[in-house]
């Protein structure tokens, strides 16, 4: 991480408690612009509830969360309801499980990400109603953007189509595709490889890697697949039972100690470590 | 598989338009004894009288409606076809939009059709005041219906009490109207802002409600409302109701015999009869049915449209959107209740008398149905809807206590057979085309 500029995001002791199970403890991280930052974990190691922390979607019991945000400065997320992290803050997310609006088209889908926009230019829906000209100029706009990602990602033939009809790993690319109809300044992406197949995993890190590159959006990226995250990451993070075990480039991770610990388990015998992941 | 899906296309109009022939023959053999036949007490001694215009309708839906039918039939195969043809391959996706957008000229045109039916049938049955009641209670049901449809349909809010709503616009036009003079259109908007303002009381602390429990709470609230109306003696006559309404005018001129004032009859020299004030409030409800039809229409396609539809689909995919799940739901039951106000208003004025009974839950029942046996969403799904519901206790009158049992039946049945509702395809809000322009 570079350490001339300020950290875009940065997470400071960060605790989430349900009851007596401790799933965030005493985080910290801190994220950097433009760069894509790798959080990963064995299961239940509270990689998505981080994710909830930062987005608004739970409360954390402790510690901040402070967005560097280049037009509003600083902004506490964790004092922030969800809606307002993604429409002021953008801070946008994606979910493990994917959540689309099934029945709605694929464009549709990407109109809805761009709801606040379009709602103040429709003045409380009234010049929407009567069509005056600059709301249909302001629909004009949102429609364009919508169609620009949806070339990019390669979903333009899909664009009429209901977003539950279509397969899985397009259903992946339209919610990314709709989380940058948000404007994210951060990216954060949960698991978006999972269930991808290799030839669509590639084409993941290409585009994960454009965006940071050339469009400038920080990622936040949880994923299991190691052949995505060491191959984009710029920066991992690694957690184990809500406690940050690691940090650092790929390479470093990879051969920390205590991260293999964390993956195969306690080393008592004799035997040699076989480290699981490898781009 | 391609020709397959031709094939059950290329059913010729004029097959269809054979095929409702016939049944509508059935109808005619069957209606003539059922129908056609009937006996009146004339002095104490049965006559067998006719009723050939009744008859007529009678043979009239059943051939309309087995042309819907069959076309709605053909629909469904041809787009299950559609489906089962790739379940994996994207293909299909494209061919089921290909089978909808086929299918788009069609509704319309039953759309187009069905405005024109409404808007002649006063013409037809200028003397016959009960088809005319008839259908200004079926074009209440579907301005009610396009009304819920907005909150169960769009935002995907179950709403068991939704004639509180109504309830409250008539009452408020009631009250107005008896006690401070206020004229219909006067206490129209105010009506359904109080509507709308009950509405945001409802929705107000059942925001984190959903499904089943937001059920109850509006059911509780329904009966609340009623239950006031009941007790709350001073402002709403209690059980004893409202009377003496005052009716609406029509640009101020009133519909009643002649008197001081200049009346309708006597401003166009016309001879006055009572049937003037029918087919007028049937005009009204049919205009006010069709300006809420054009309001949800266009709403829908707005920002705040697809917002409701959001919500129904995912609240939290929404949230992580940025969209304020408050304001997007509590925008739904004000709009929905204000709808629901002004339908209020209008039962008023042509009932000219109010009282809790016509405000139970079994009318948010019949509402809900509407709804639901329409489609949800689906802006003449709530119009067949309306017919079946509204006509087929009507036309059930002859079977007196069976009357009960049919209804349920065609309720199970349309369950059954498309458990959607009757047109349960929904129209996408906009559509993208190859060179970039909306369409």
């Known amino acids: ?279 | 598989m391609a020709t397959l899906v031709l094939a059950t296309h290329s059913i010729s109009p004029a097959a269809r338009f054979k095929d409702a022939a016939t049944v509508a023959f059935i109808a005619l053999l069957l209606g003539i004894p059922m129908i056609g036949l009937t006996t009146v007490d004339q002095g104490g001694a049965l006559r067998i009288a006719t009723r050939w215009p009744t008859l007529f309708a009678f043979v009239a839906a059943a051939f309309a409606g087995r042309l819907v039918l069959r076309y709605a039939i053909d629909q469904f195969k041809a787009r299950k076809l559609a489906h089962e043809r790739s379940a994996a391959a994207t293909a299909a996706a494209d061919a089921v939009a290909d089978s909808r957008r086929a299918g788009r000229p069609l509704l319309t045109w039953v759309g187009w059709a069905a405005l024109g039916v409404a808007l002649s049938l006063p013409v037809f049955f200028a003397d016959n005041r009960y088809v005319v009641d008839t259908a200004t209670t079926v074009l209440i049901y579907v301005m009610l219906g396009w009304g819920l449809n907005v909150v169960v349909g769009l935002a995907g809010l179950l709403d068991l009490g939704y004639v509180a709503f109504y309830a409250v616009g008539a009452y408020t036009y009631g009250i107005l109207g008896t006690q401070f003079g206020w004229g219909f259109w006067q206490a129209l908007p105010v009506a359904g802002a109080m509507a709308a303002t009950f509405g945001i009381i409802l929705g107000w602390p059942t925001l984190r409600l959903r499904g089943d429990y937001l059920a109850i709470v509006t059911l509780g609230f329904g009966e609340i409302i009623r239950v006031i109306l009941v007790n709350w003696t001073e402002l709403s006559g209690g059980p004893n109701g409202i009377a003496s309404i005052p009716r609406p005018s029509f640009f101020g001129l009133e519909l009643k015999p002649p008197g001081d004032d200049p009346t309708f009859a006597s401003f166009f020299g016309l001879e006055y009869s009572p049937s003037q004030r029918i087919i007028f409030l049937y005009y009204l409800i049919l205009a006010l049915a069709l300006i809420t039809n054009v309001f949800v229409s266009r709403m829908r396609k707005l920002p705040i449209g697809r917002a409701w539809e959001a919500m129904r689909e995912d609240e939290i995919a929404c949230k992580a959107m940025g969209i304020n799940a408050r304001n997007v739901k509590l925008s739904a039951f004000a709009i929905g209740a204000m709808l629901g106000g002004f339908a209020g208003v209008f039962f008023a004025a042509r009932m000219g008398f109010i009282s809790p009974e016509s405000f139970t839950f079994s009318e948010s029942a019949i509402i809900l149905a509407i709804v639901v046996l329409g489609g949800m969403g689906s802006q003449l799904g709530v119009v067949l809807a309306s017919l079946v519901l509204v006509l087929l206790p009507e036309l059930g009158r002859d079977f007196a206590e069976y009357r009960m049992l049919l209804f349920g039946a065609a309720m199970v049945l349309i369950m059954v057979w498309k458990p959607g509702g009757i047109l349960a395809h929904r129209e996408p809000t906009m559509r993208y085309v190859a060179d970039g322009e909306k369409r």
């Open chain 1, 1 to 279: 991480m570079s350490a001339a500029t300020a950290p875009l995001l940065s997470v400071e002791r960060l605790t989430m408690r349900f009851g007596g199970l401790l799933a965030i403890d005493d985080m910290s991280l801190d994220v950097a612009g433009r760069q894509i930052t790798g959080v990963i974990g064995p299961n239940g190691a509270g990689k998505t509830t981080f994710f909830n922390c930062l987005t608004g979607f739970y409360k954390p019991t402790d510690g901040s969360v402070r967005l560097n945000h280049p037009q509003r400065g600083l902004m506490r997320l964790e004092a922030l309801p969800s809606h307002q992290v993604a429409h002021k803050a953008q801070v946008v997310r994606t979910f493990q499980n994917i959540r689309l609006f099934p029945k709605m088209t694929v464009l549709e889908n990407l109109m809805v990400a761009q709801h606040n926009a379009l709602q103040h230019a429709s003045r409380f829906s009234l010049a929407g109603l009567f069509g005056l000209s600059g709301y249909r100029q302001a629909e004009k706009k949102a429609m364009d953007k919508a169609i620009g990602w949806l070339k990019r990602l390669d979903l333009i033939d899909k664009a009429n189509t209901a977003a539950g009809d279509l397969p899985y790993g397009m259903q992946r690319r339209i919610e990314i595709a709709r989380a940058l109809c948000v404007d994210p300044l951060l990216l954060c992406l949960d698991e978006p490889a999972a269930g991808l197949n290799p030839r669509e995993s590639a084409e993941l890190n290409e585009l994960l890697k454009h965006l940071a590159r050339d469009e400038g959006i920080a990622i936040l990226l949880i994923e299991h697949d190691m052949s995505v995250v060491m191959n984009v990451s710029d920066h991992i993070c690694v957690l184990n039972y809500g406690r940050k075990i690691a940090e650092g480039s790929p390479t470093q991770v990879q051969q920390d100690p205590n991260v293999i610990k964390a993956y195969l388990g306690e080393d008592d015998a004799d035997e040699q470590l076989h480290p699981e992941a490898r781009p």
